[in-house]
């Protein structure tokens, strides 16, 4: 007779963790409209830290690469991108969607070449020289972090700025009780996105199929005959771009930033990694849904324990699964 | 014809000297067996030569060419391949992702591929399976078929047949056997028995440098030789 386990298994497995959370919410929260609201909203919080984790993980997971710094392309993004909107305020807050689409489009774009120019920058100037040492990476790269932070302030100064939301992402959707605002939908669909073109990426083409076995066994793929340190660099900046645009669609949804941007989603980043397991996508995809439908639910039905809920959260993963949900096989 | 030379290799590891300067010339064709006791420095010679570990001093040629110094991705497509002690197979991949991650262009050339579902039968039937999920002999066939999924001058086999079946062990020999036709084969052995079952030359590896070099056949005879190298009893 089959266990239970085994059933679980096949029906999805560790999948099925955001879905037992939401049936779980659902019956504590009572009230179905909120209940949507707040599913809605922790699965585009998800989506959000998904795109700004993804990086992450795969840099750690292939470089075996302690990057503190990761968080400094966060703020960079959302400075980045909040001072293109509001260089385009005219098209920002024009009535044509187009012109809204448009300022969109190029405040993201600047995000990504910013991230992919800093992440260039960042593998080859800091990281290089301590590759194999995890000591000087974290002592290196939070050193990094501190500059870079130390440059918004001097660049953007310490006060909050305001970040433009175009206008076509003002507003909500009323779907009977439930109240959808767009901006959510819209982080939702960019992170989807994100999600299938790295899951594509990975699983479809040889150089996916590179860097999946170089999480593995680095040595091995340049015993086949790959130079693996030309791969490290693209993915770095990948996964820097991915950060910048993660921290570009968190600043649109905070609406207000600070320098400290970076640092304080860090914490969320860097547990949502743990969650998933090192070097996994579907993991990181899966530990950010987690983390995001945890901090609503958790902020609606017991407040006080908000703060620790994602801490909580990785606690009782880890119990359970000490290498996260889908680590890449080592 | 020499296909491979070693001289005077010498490597550290960390603040240890593992190989004190080896030295030696592999012909090209058969199988070449490094014999010697743990901790001789079979596999520190085999990883020198694929440049995972520098020599310093010393230097490595292959066809002619010094490849000392080479990124081991450059020695690879020099055509050398490495199957490592711990085959170094890509668990979360499958079979077939595997064997096309060696391939140069990757897409199989079909009548190789046929060549190796004949030695290996046990890799068609596992096709699609994740490697991890392959026993441990299945494992080695993979990754023996990874380095041979294009044809390569040299391969370099580091233990294949530690813990393995004996049936399993059999029918490796058979397939490096037929390997050995078209390639060189230079192979780390512990068990003595399957190496002179399919070796033509050989070298034993003592403390870091090569004890004793000759053809598998006259060092097979020489028990006495076979004692004070290995401490093999007859």
């Known amino acids: 007779m089959e266990n239970l386990s085994q059933i679980l298994g096949r029906l999805g497995g560790v999948y099925l963790l955001p879905v037992g959370l939401a049936l779980g919410a659902f019956v504590l929260i009572g009230a179905p409209a909120s209940w949507a609201t707040l599913t809605i909203a922790g699965l585009s919080m998800g989506m959000m830290v998904f795109l700004m984790a993804s990086g992450l993980s795969l840099i750690f997971g292939l470089m075996d690469v302690l990057n503190f710094g990761h968080s400094a392309f966060i703020s960079f993004g959302a400075f980045v991108a909040a001072t293109v909107l509001s260089a385009l305020s005219g098209w920002v807050g024009a009535d044509s969607v187009f012109l809204n689409s448009m300022a969109l489009v190029f405040a993201l774009l600047a995000a990504i070449s910013f991230g992919l120019a800093a992440g260039w920058f960042f593998e080859s100037v800091i990281i290089r020289p301590v590759y194999h040492d995890h000591l000087r990476q974290i002592l290196i790269t939070m050193g990094a972090l501190i500059v870079s932070e130390q440059i918004i302030l001097a660049l953007w100064g310490g006060t909050p700025i305001t970040v433009l939301r175009p206008h076509f992402l003002e507003g909500a959707i009323i779907l009977g009780n439930v109240s959808v605002e767009i901006y959510r939908l819209f982080a939702f669909a960019l992170g989807l996105v994100a999600f299938i073109g790295l899951y594509l990426v990975l699983n479809r083409s040889r150089i996916g199929l590179l860097v999946r076995a170089g999480v593995e066994n680095r040595e091995m793929v340049e015993a086949l005959g790959f130079r693996i340190d030309r791969l490290f660099i693209g993915v770095f900046m990948v996964g820097s771009a991915l950060a910048a645009v993660g921290g570009a669609m968190w600043a649109g949804y905070e609406t207000l930033i600070t320098p400290a941007l970076g640092g304080e989603m860090m914490i969320v980043v860097f547990i949502v990694v743990i969650i998933g397991g090192l070097g996994s996508i579907e993991g990181t995809l899966l530990g950010a849904i987690m983390v995001g439908l945890t901090a609503n639910y958790v902020g609606f039905l017991a407040p006080k324990l908000a703060l620790a809920s994602n801490m909580i959260l990785m606690t009782i993963i880890l119990l359970w699964r000490p290498n996260g949900l889908r680590p890449a096989v080592k | ?234």
């Open chain 2, 1 to 234: 014809m020499t296909l491979l030379s070693l001289n005077n290799m010498k490597t550290d590891i960390g603040q240890y000297a593992v190989l004190h300067g080896v030295t030696l010339d592999v012909p090209e064709g058969g199988v070449f067996v490094l014999l010697g006791r743990n901790g001789a420095g079979k596999t520190t010679t085999l990883r020198s030569i694929m440049g995972l570990w520098s020599p310093t001093p010393g230097s490595v040629t292959f066809r002619g060419a010094d490849i000392t110094g080479l990124h081991t991705a450059d020695i690879a497509r020099k055509g050398i391949a490495y199957v490592p002690e711990n085959m170094g197979i890509f668990g979360g991949l499958t079979v077939e992702e595997n064997l096309i991650l060696a391939t140069d262009k990757g897409r199989f050339d079909q009548p190789r591929l046929k060549r190796i579902y004949a030695l290996f039968p046990a890799l068609e039937q596992f096709w699609t399976k994740q490697a991890w999920s392959l026993s441990g002999g299945q494992k080695q066939m993979l990754a023996v078929a990874r380095a041979i999924i294009e044809p390569r001058a040299l391969i370099l086999i580091d233990e294949p047949t530690k813990g393995l079946a004996p049936s399993i062990v059999a029918a490796m020999a058979e397939a490096f056997r037929e390997i050995s036709q078209s390639a060189t084969i230079l192979l780390v052995e512990q068990n003595f028995h399957f190496a002179k079952s399919i070796g033509r030359d050989m070298a034993v590896i003592d403390d870091g440098l090569v004890a004793h070099a000759g053809t598998m056949a006259d060092f097979a005879a020489d028990t006495e030789l076979q004692e004070r190298l290995l401490s093999l009893s007859a």
